[in-house]
Nanobody
């Protein structure tokens, strides 16, 4: 069955970095665009970044442009999100999204 398993979340100070990973299985990963979403407490889930099948095209929410980088390794069926210069407002549960499925999420907390 389809599985999307996120990892790499944690507690980090403002200005710090984290790298999230999403291991995909059960579908043809390389054939589909992939995305990261996030949901902060009391807020709706929002898109963060999207990447095309080959990785040649990416898009970002304005709030993360210049700080976050989405990438993928189709040979490893893995999606990544490099997050630099993290801010308190980046605190959220981050989700990997495939063509029709969501991962379980990984918590990112930015706090001093």
């Amino acid at each position: 069955q389809v599985q999307l398993v996120e990892s790499g979340g944690g507690l980090v100070q403002p200005g710090g970095s984290l790298r999230l990973s999403c291991a995909a299985s059960g579908f043809a990963f390389s054939r589909f665009p992939m995305s990261w979403y996030r949901q902060a407490p009391g807020k709706e889930r929002e898109p963060v970044a999207t990447i095309s099948t080959t990785g040649g095209s990416t898009s970002y929410a304005d709030s993360v442009k210049g700080r976050f980088t989405i990438s993928r390794d189709n040979a490893k069926n893995t999606l990544y999100l490099q997050m630099n210069n993290l801010k308190v407002e980046d605190t959220a549960v981050y989700y990997c999204k495939g063509p029709a499925h969501w991962g379980q999420g990984t918590q990112v907390t930015v706090s001093s």
